[in-house]
């Protein structure tokens, strides 16, 4: 499984349900849809600032996120952005390799 955050905003329809069942349980809801599709969320918190939450899911892939980014939107709860975590140290092995093996171009 790999981990990936979603930070989002909600739209006015959004932020009218809030209004309107301000008990309502969220991350259960968003645990349903990552659930279905085999992943798992575990930490949901709501922000102060240009974003309204952020949300830290377990899934198999990047798909995977994009399906339930493409769900989410497509309900129009709001506009959600996906990060995905990265492994720095391998990232930079890697780029060692490719520079081994580059030459600049010359002007």
């Given at each position: 499984?790999?981990?990936?955050?979603?930070?989002?905003?909600?739209?006015?329809?959004?932020?009218?349900?809030?209004?309107?069942?301000?008990?309502?349980?969220?991350?259960?809801?968003?645990?349903?849809?990552?659930?279905?599709?085999?992943?798992?969320?575990?930490?949901?918190?709501?922000?102060?600032g240009p974003f309204d939450f952020i949300v830290t899911i377990e899934a198999e892939s990047f798909?995977?996120?994009?399906?339930?980014?493409?769900?989410?939107?497509?309900?129009?709860?709001?506009?959600?952005?996906?990060?995905?975590?990265?492994?720095?140290?391998?990232?930079?092995?890697?780029?060692?390799?490719?520079?081994?093996?580059?030459?600049?171009?010359?002007?």
């Open positions: 499984m790999k981990k990936f955050y979603a930070l989002g905003t909600y739209s006015p329809e959004s932020y009218q349900a809030f209004i309107e069942n301000p008990d309502q349980d969220r991350k259960a809801a968003v645990q349903e849809l990552a659930s279905s599709m085999g992943g798992s969320v575990s930490n949901i918190e709501f922000l102060r798909e995977d996120m994009a399906a339930i980014k493409m769900a989410v939107e497509a309900q129009g709860v709001g506009e959600v952005d996906i990060f995905e975590t990265v492994d720095m140290n391998s990232i930079a092995r890697k780029a060692g390799k490719a520079l081994s093996n580059y030459s600049p171009p010359s002007s």
